[in-house]
């Protein structure tokens, strides 16, 4: 997984460095600008699920409980209960 984080900040970096991906980024940039401006409540709305979703998701995995342990099946049973051959 972190492999291919790092495989994609290195392509980023890269794409970053040509101009025409630059301006698309610039372009891309100022619509989500002018869409959040155009669909304001919705667009607030949408944002602050984009952004809490996640963290409720790292609350909730961080404050799951461990399984308990499985009780052993033959610990009810004595050693001088045993009868031997």
Do not use: Q
């Not at 890269?14 to 101009?19: D, R």
């Not at 304001?40 to 809490?52: C, D, E, Q």
């Not at 790292?58 to 399984?67: G, I, L």
């Amino acid at each position: 997984m972190m492999s291919l984080l790092g495989i994609g900040l290195f392509v980023v970096i890269f794409l970053m460095l040509m101009p025409s991906y630059r301006g698309m980024l610039e372009n891309s940039l100022a619509g989500t600008g002018d869409w959040i401006a155009k669909y304001s409540p919705f667009s607030y709305v949408a944002l602050l699920i984009i952004l809490v979703v996640p963290l409720l998701v790292v609350v909730v995995v961080m404050s799951k409980r461990e399984p308990p342990e499985p009780e052993n099946p033959l610990a009810k049973y004595k050693a001088e209960d045993v009868l031997e051959d």
